[in-house]
């Protein structure tokens, strides 16, 4: 059974940092992509950033690009997302997600083709 579990959330000010980690188990992640969505206050979910394990290959959305970075650790069977320069519209729970497969470009920002979700974490940026 695959599991995913997410730390690092919680209230930051604006201009600040946080690092969120999701922990991988039950998994042989080496084919896998492993993506962060976010779903802000009454909106929609949305992508924010992946990684093809494989290859270490990664994708963010524009929102975020120059100021989070996702990475993988192999040792600890970790991705981690760091998170930097962080606005008030940054605020939303952060959901780890995983597939089976090293997902093509076109599909690696639906979350509907993501098999495996965390149970999300709260991320609130707000002075």
């Known amino acids: 059974q695959v599991q995913l579990v997410e730390s690092g959330g919680g209230l930051v000010q604006p201009g600040g940092s946080l690092r969120l980690s999701c922990v991988v188990s039950?998994?042989?992640?080496?084919?896998?992509?492993i993506g962060w969505f976010r779903q802000p206050p009454g909106q929609e979910r949305e992508f924010v950033a992946a990684v093809r394990w494989r290859d270490g290959s990664t994708y963010y959305d524009d929102s975020v690009k120059g100021r989070f970075t996702i990475s993988r650790d192999a040792a600890e069977l970790m991705v981690n997302l760091q998170m930097s320069n962080l606005k008030p519209e940054d605020t939303a729970v952060y959901y780890c997600a995983a597939d089976p497969t090293l997902m093509d470009t076109y599909y690696i920002t639906d979350n509907a083709r993501y098999d495996y979700w965390g149970r999300g974490i709260q991320v609130t940026v707000s002075s």
């Open positions: 039950g998994a042989t992640v080496e084919y896998y992509t």
